[in-house]
């Protein structure tokens, strides 16, 4: 079974445990669950302060199975915004502040696109070749 499986178990068909094969019962992941789960806004808290309470998967499933309604749920999965660094612009930042280009990646959203742009304009950058660094 894999992680839809899982949460249409927990959230509509609401089986018994025992009813799963113990080849199912090891594809229950509760780090999953609590992931997909947590998209929706209204679960988030129940969420925090289940995850960490050190439980048997049966357990787990048996609790989730009680909380959330029965119906059909979708649990939109959210990724993170998170864009790719132009690698010349990471090389010029990298340089400006005397970092490594590692240390750049990991901090740029402390540096930001405005902040970039000021930097690629003081050392002498047209806006067009701006524009592409930035992109």
Same mark, same amino acid.
């Given at each position: 079974? #894999?992680?839809? &499986?899982?949460?249409? @178990?927990?959230? +509509?068909? $609401?089986?018994e445990w !025992? @009813?799963?094969? /113990?080849? %199912?019962?090891?594809?229950f992941?509760?780090?999953?669950?609590?992931?997909?789960?947590?998209m929706? %806004?209204d679960?988030?808290?129940?969420v925090? @302060?289940i995850?960490?309470?050190p439980? /048997?998967?049966?357990? =787990? +499933?048996?609790?989730w199975?009680?909380?959330? /309604?029965?119906? $059909?749920?979708f649990?939109r +999965?959210? !990724?993170?915004? $998170?864009?790719?660094?132009? /690698?010349? *612009?990471?090389?010029?930042?990298?340089?400006r502040?005397?970092?490594?280009?590692? @240390?750049?990646? &990991? #901090? +740029?959203y402390?540096?930001?696109?405005d =902040?970039s742009?000021?930097?690629?304009l003081?050392?002498g950058? &047209?806006? !067009?070749?701006?524009?592409?660094? *930035? !992109?």
């Open positions: 079974m #894999n992680i839809f &499986d899982w949460i249409n @178990e927990i959230s +509509y068909n $609401k089986r !025992k @009813e799963f094969t /113990p080849e %199912q019962q090891v594809t992941d509760p780090y999953m669950i609590h992931r997909f789960i947590s929706k %806004q679960y988030i808290e129940v925090n @302060e995850q960490f309470t439980m /048997p998967k049966e357990m =787990l +499933y048996n609790l199975c009680e909380i959330l /309604p029965k119906k $059909k749920t649990f +999965y959210i !990724k993170p915004k $998170k864009g790719k660094i132009n /690698p010349k *612009l990471i090389t010029i930042l990298a340089k502040f005397a970092l490594s280009e590692r @240390e750049i990646k &990991d #901090n +740029y402390l540096i930001g696109e =902040l742009k000021d930097i690629l003081n050392i950058i &047209d806006e !067009k070749q701006i524009k592409t660094l *930035l !992109k």
